[in-house]
């Protein structure tokens, strides 16, 4: 039996997941979390096999929760899940110790699939990411997101999310002016000069769409 657990910021996106994981044979879902903290907590209690990480939500995110648990529960595999498959997202989530990477127009079938291929041990790439990597790879370079550290790009999407300092701050256990030290970097690496030219760079090289930016 798989144990999996569900984690998504979208109540709706982990209810219809659960509900076809539920009715497949050899799988179980042993909880659903709606924050990259949370999930951290339940993968600590409850050492699911899998887990089914949303890549952009509140809080630490899951990027982030994805490379802290591959260090603290090295057993414990995580496939990305994402409404847009930018490479960027892909390649940080990969590097962070992810074993699999779906995005959420991808049927259930394939989830099915992903699932039971990465409890097997291997690795899955939703194939219309893995062709788009393969064609994009050339031009990867070409954005300027691929500079920023893994902290830079954390604070960078809570800033584009209209977060502000205190907020950011307080999820990453780190001092204003720090957040304040690590907006003046990111500025910098990316030539921007405010929060509206830093969210239309986001958008332009697809990190966010205009839907996110409006909640």
């Known amino acids: 039996m798989t144990r999996v657990l569900i984690v998504d910021d979208h109540l709706l996106v982990r209810t219809g997941i659960h509900r ?35 890549v ?5 995110g899951g990027v982030e929760a994805t490379r802290r648990l591959h260090h603290s529960c090295p057993d414990i595999a995580v496939i990305g899940l994402t409404a847009n498959g930018d490479h960027v997202s892909v390649t940080r989530l990969l590097k962070a ?23 097997a041990g291997h690795e899955y790439i939703d194939p219309t990411l893995a062709s788009g ?14 500079q920023l550290s893994e902290r830079e790009m954390q604070v960078a999407m809570m ?21 304040n030290t690590y907006r003046y970097r990111i500025f910098e690496k990316l030539d921007v000069r405010n929060d509206v ?6 958008m332009r090289h697809k990190l966010i769409d205009v839907f996110e930016t409006l909640g």
């Not at 959420?104 to 039971?116: C, D, F, L, M």
């Not at 030219?197 to 986001?202: I, N």
């Open 133 to 146: 990597m393969i064609v994009r790879k050339p031009e990867a370079q070409d954005n300027p997101f691929e």
């Open 97 to 119: 110790g992810a074993k699999g990477y779906l995005t959420k127009g991808t049927s259930y079938e394939e989830v099915i699939r992903a699932i039971r291929l990465v409890a």
């Open 159 to 179: 800033i584009v999310n209209c977060r502000k300092a205190q907020e950011i701050a307080d999820c990453l256990f780190v001092s204003p002016r720090t957040v």
């Open 56 to 60: 952009k939500m509140p809080g630490i």
């Open 197 to 202: 030219e830093l969210t239309h760079l986001a």
């Open 20 to 54: 076809i994981l539920t009715d497949t044979d050899g799988i179980e879902v042993v909880a659903q979390a709606e924050t990259g903290e949370e999930a951290i907590q339940l993968a600590r209690e409850l050492q699911p096999d899998i887990i089914l990480m949303d």
